[in-house]
């Protein structure tokens, strides 16, 4: 169930707003200070967030300026003002939306459905990229653990794949041979830092073109190794 805070000074308006969002299946908080209504967007996690521009002892558009340095949710801004230069100044802020007061329920409903769903979508996105490492004909499907070069699977051991990940996941870091060990095999596990050079070796086999020469994994002698973005 996604969680909703109002911060409404108007305990009407926000009750009203809260029944309209119940209704549809939504968990709706109410918080009237602006003081407070700021620490629990802070502490506590919200999926959106309805803010009044005007509210006691600070506006909506400061607490907008110290969430959107904060947090990534969508802010619909309220307001009974109309003129564009609080619009303007609103979404500048960070608002993802402006509402006139008066406004009928539903189109709070509405845009706040819309809001959701564009933020999931983008997030999904996000996620969905994060998963897949795609650099000069070589692909790394986290997701589904296959290993392509130029178009063509590689067959990956656990530990070759795990190694590889890593580093590509962190390009241009450089990782010690024992910090490689400690991640993939673990200090428990049986044998040595030695392990990690043979792995290295065995990729550069199956991703570099020359492997002498390689092309992803560069080693720095006395450091360790690093992924060449």
């Keep these: 169930m996604k969680k909703i805070l109002i911060i409404e000074d108007d305990i009407s308006i926000a009750e009203l ?10 968990s709706v908080d109410i918080e009237t200070s602006g003081q407070r209504g700021l620490k629990i967007a802070e502490s506590a996690e919200y999926d959106l967030i309805i803010l009044d521009l005007m509210l006691p002892e600070i506006n909506g558009f ?3 300026r110290k969430l959107r340095s904060e947090k990534n949710i969508p802010i ?4 009974a003002r109309k003129e564009d230069i609080d619009k303007i100044r609103g979404l500048g802020l ?9 406004f009928s329920p539903g189109e709070l409903v509405a845009r706040v459905k819309a809001h959701l769903a564009r933020y999931e979508r983008l997030f999904k996105h996000k996620e969905q990229k994060e998963e897949l ?4 004909g070589l692909s790394i499907d986290k997701s589904s653990r296959r290993v392509y070069v130029n178009g063509e699977e590689i067959p990956f051991t656990t530990k070759e794949f795990d190694l590889l990940a890593l580093l590509a996941a ?10 490689i060990f400690e991640r993939i095999w673990g200090y ?4 040595d830092v030695a392990t990690v050079t043979v792995h290295i070796r065995k990729i550069r086999e199956k991703i570099e073109i020359d492997p ?16 060449n973005a």
């Design 17 to 26: 707003e809260r029944d309209y969002l119940e209704i549809d299946g939504f």
């Design 188 to 191: 428990d596990c049986f044998g």
């Design 94 to 102: 960070g608002a993802d939306d402006y509402i006139t007061k008066p």
């Design 212 to 227: 002498p020469n390689p092309q992803y994994i560069e080693t720095l002698w006395g450091a360790g190794y690093r992924f």
């Design 76 to 79: 619909l801004m309220v307001s």
């Design 62 to 64: 400061e607490i907008c």
């Design 133 to 136: 490492i795609e650099i000069r």
């Design 170 to 179: 962190n390009p241009d870091r450089v990782f010690s041979k024992e910090e």
